[in-house]
Structure formats: C-alpha cells, structure tokens
T-cell receptor, first 115, second 115 residues
Framework: AQKITQTQPGMFVQEKEAVTLDCTYD???????LFWYKQPSSGEMIFLIY??????QNATEGRYSLNFQKARKSANLVISASQLGDSAMYFC????????????FGTGTSLTVIP | GAVVSQHPSRVICKSGTSVKIECRSL??????MFWYRQFPKQSLMLMAT?????????EQGVEKDKFLINHASLTLSTLTVTSAHPEDSSFYIC???????????FGNGTRLTVT
C-alpha cells in the first residue's frame, strides 16, 4: 500500500527566510515519483517540483528544492527566500509504478509567511 | 498556459437539481482523468478514475448513481452531480496526466453550493 505522511499541519516562516516542509512516504514499489503541489486560497493546485526514485540528484526548481533521502523515505520541500505569496497549503504526493496512474496525497501543510 | 480546463468554476444550485462539471485536457490526450473532492482545510479525496471509452472506477464509499462520470473523448470528462443535496456542497477538482511519472495537472476546481 502507498502512504504519504505530512506531520506539520501548520508552519510559519519569516519573509526572506527558508522553510522546510516535511514529507515521508511508504511504498513497496521500486520505481516511483514524488511531487509537491501548492494550493493557494483560490483553490487551484499548482505543480511545484518532481523527484524520481532513481534520480541521484535532488530536484530543484527556482526557489524550490526537494531534499530526497531515499533510505529514510523522505522527500522534504525546501522553499528558500520565502515570499508573502508563498502562503498556501502544500501537498506532497506520490505515484508508484505498480499503482497505475493513481496519485496518493498527504494531508497537507498550511504555510504562513510573516512579513 | 493551462493544461487542464475545468468549468464552471463556481455554481450554486437548488436542492434536487443536477449539475454538470466539465474537465478538458488542452495539451494532450488523456486516457485517464481523476475526479477529486476537497472539504475545507482537508486533503484531496479521490472520488473516481475516469477512463476513456469505458466505465469509471469509483472509490469505496462514492455513490456511482449520484456522481455520474462520462469520459466520451480523450480530452473531455464530465462529472454530473445528480439530485444534489446541501451535503454535496464542496470543492470538486479534476486532473489529468500524461503517461509515466508525469505530474498530475489540475483544473482550477469547481465550488459547488447546493441551497
């Protein structure tokens, strides 16, 4: 079975500081993909970053980076130089090679950036 | 630009009426689309997997006769909430993905209010 765990219901960060949002996963698949999405209050789901299970390097996309520790089954999102517009819900998700097209989502972390 | 288009973005209907929500993949042919429901401050709950040319696969606890899904073409899936009741009021969001470990692309969601 696939499972995604986000243990931080809410996080606060000072503007311009970095913040790490935690995500751990559980899967028996050898090959899988890990994703992070941002959901602002308007509701749309915005894809941020992807990490493949066989990727040797941590993924980076602008101010977003993914701290992938395969042995620990963790895929934490790091946001550098936080901006007020980063305040939103953040969801970690996984897609396994043996689960067809289905994605599994964590419960989300609400991030608030403080000016 | 938008990869998945969802309409309407907001709908208010009276109890007992039916509401149709459309989801279109704009950039690619999607043999599979997903329909999610999201309650306030909660994660996405997968309702069903929409398969082009065949019946949708519903998650446990989701009423097939209430939430009718039609995936008539490779670019269009529709969700019809039949005989809507106030408890059906929610945020419904569709998504589609290319093959492999491509990200799931989401529509902007539909906020349904049943009075």
């Amino acid at each position: 079975a696939q499972k995604i765990t986000q243990t931080q219901p809410g996080m606060f960060v000072q503007e311009k500081e970095a913040v790490t949002l935690d995500c751990t996963y559980d899967t028996s698949d050898q090959s899988y993909g890990l994703f992070w999405y941002k959901q602002p209050s308007s509701g749309e789901m915005i894809f941020l970053i992807y990490q493949g299970s066989y990727d040797e390097q941590n993924a980076t996309e602008g101010r977003y980076s993914l701290n992938f520790q395969k042995a620990r089954k963790s895929a934490n999102l790091v946001i550098s130089a936080s901006q007020l517009g980063d305040s939103a819900m953040y969801f970690c998700a996984m897609r396994g090679s043996n689960t067809g097209n289905q994605f599994y989502f964590g419960t989300g972390t609400s991030l608030t950036v403080i000016p | 630009g938008a990869v998945v288009s969802q309409h309407p973005s907001r709908v208010i209907c009276k109890s007992g009426t039916s509401v149709k929500i459309e989801c279109r993949s704009l950039d690619f042919q999607a043999t599979t689309m997903f329909w999610y429901r999201q309650f306030p401050k909660q994660s996405l709950m997968l309702m069903a997997t929409s398969n082009e040319g065949s019946k949708a696969t519903y998650e446990q606890g989701v009423e097939k006769d209430k939430f009718l899904i039609n995936h008539a073409s490779l670019t269009l899936s529709t969700l019809t909430v039949t005989s809507a009741h106030p408890e059906d009021s929610s945020f419904y969001i569709c998504s589609a993905s290319r093959t492999g470990f491509s990200p799931l692309h989401f529509g902007n969601g539909t906020r349904l209010t049943v009075t």
